[in-house]
């Protein structure tokens, strides 16, 4: 089996991250700052050839795909694929054969957002931890299994991520396609959860920089971090 690689990339820093907020679903875009990691991002991951690109329905990540993608070497074009609706699938199709191969499909998937914050989108993480009590907001943030009101845990994260990362992702690797994968702090750890053999308390402690490519290697059924 060929070789072929996944990179997985949180999103820059986000409009709200700056303000350090629960963001969760909220659909805030970069900052500046977000910008430039994505920018930087792009140009760490320039002579990795990329063949098919999946981020969340988010803008951040969707940004960050598509910025990171103006530095890459190949100088292919990031195209959202439009598959929801059939008359925006037929109208955006591409009918020139080297046009298409010029390009490079986006897919976005719901099952990649970031986990869902619930009661708390919206709030100062500091002032939330003044109201509830630091100890509280701690177990909302960092535990396996206790939700905050009305969100997700980051199991309930893992749902979603994981197996859609196995039936839809996995099968292009598998196919010889390198795949660039753009998404967020909880989706990509639950992936990775899954990827390094992570136990529950393990996971908990994982951390992702904003605008830091991680790069696997895929053959033989096995995912080794370069």
């Given at each position: 089996?060929?070789?072929?690689?996944?990179?997985?990339?949180?999103?820059?820093?986000?409009?709200w991250?700056?303000?350090n907020?629960?963001?969760?679903?909220?659909?805030?875009?970069?900052?500046?700052?977000?910008?430039?990691?994505a920018?930087?991002a792009?140009?760490?991951?320039?002579?990795?050839?990329?063949?098919?690109?999946?981020?969340?329905?988010l803008?951040?990540?969707?940004?960050?795909?598509?910025?990171?993608?103006?530095e890459?070497?190949?100088?292919?074009?990031?195209?959202?694929?439009?598959?929801?609706?059939?008359?925006?699938?037929g109208?955006?199709?591409?009918?020139?054969?080297a046009?298409?191969?010029?390009?490079?499909?986006?897919?976005?998937a719901?099952?990649?957002?970031?986990?869902?914050?619930?009661?708390?989108?919206?709030?100062n993480?500091?002032?939330?931890?003044?109201?509830?009590?630091?100890?509280?907001?701690?177990?909302?943030?960092?535990?396996y299994?206790v939700?905050?009101?009305?969100?997700e845990?980051?199991?309930?994260?893992?749902?979603?991520?994981?197996?859609?990362?196995?039936?839809t992702?996995?099968?292009?690797?598998?196919?010889?396609?390198?795949?660039?994968?753009?998404?967020?702090g909880?989706?990509?750890?639950?992936?990775?959860?899954h990827?390094?053999?992570?136990s529950?308390?393990?996971?908990?402690?994982?951390?992702?920089?904003?605008g830091?490519?991680?790069?696997?290697?895929?053959?033989?059924?096995?995912?080794?971090?370069?």
């Amino acid at each position: 089996m060929t070789k072929t690689k996944l990179i997985l990339l949180r999103h820059g820093q986000s409009e709200w991250n700056k303000l350090n907020f629960f963001t969760g679903w909220v659909d805030v875009p970069l900052s500046t700052q977000g910008i430039q990691e994505a920018v930087d991002a792009g140009k760490k991951i320039k002579d990795v050839p990329i063949h098919i690109i999946f981020t969340s329905t988010l803008v951040r990540s969707l940004m960050t795909a598509m910025i990171a993608m103006t530095e890459h070497g190949s100088k292919r074009v990031p195209v959202i694929v439009h598959d929801e609706d059939q008359k925006l699938e037929g109208w955006s199709k591409i009918h020139s054969p080297a046009t298409k191969e010029s390009v490079v499909p986006v897919i976005r998937a719901q099952e990649l957002n970031e986990r869902m914050y619930g009661e708390l989108q919206g709030l100062n993480k500091a002032e939330t931890a003044e109201k509830f009590g630091a100890e509280q907001v701690r177990i909302w943030r960092r535990s396996y299994d206790v939700p905050p009101p009305g969100g997700e845990s980051l199991e309930m994260t893992a749902a979603r991520s994981i197996p859609y990362f196995l039936k839809t992702i996995v099968p292009y690797l598998q196919e010889g396609s390198n795949a660039f994968v753009v998404a967020h702090g909880n989706s990509l750890r639950a992936i990775m959860m899954h990827l390094d053999g992570l136990s529950k308390d393990e996971v908990l402690h994982l951390e992702l920089g904003t605008g830091s490519p991680m790069i696997y290697e895929y053959e033989n059924e096995k995912f080794t971090k370069l």
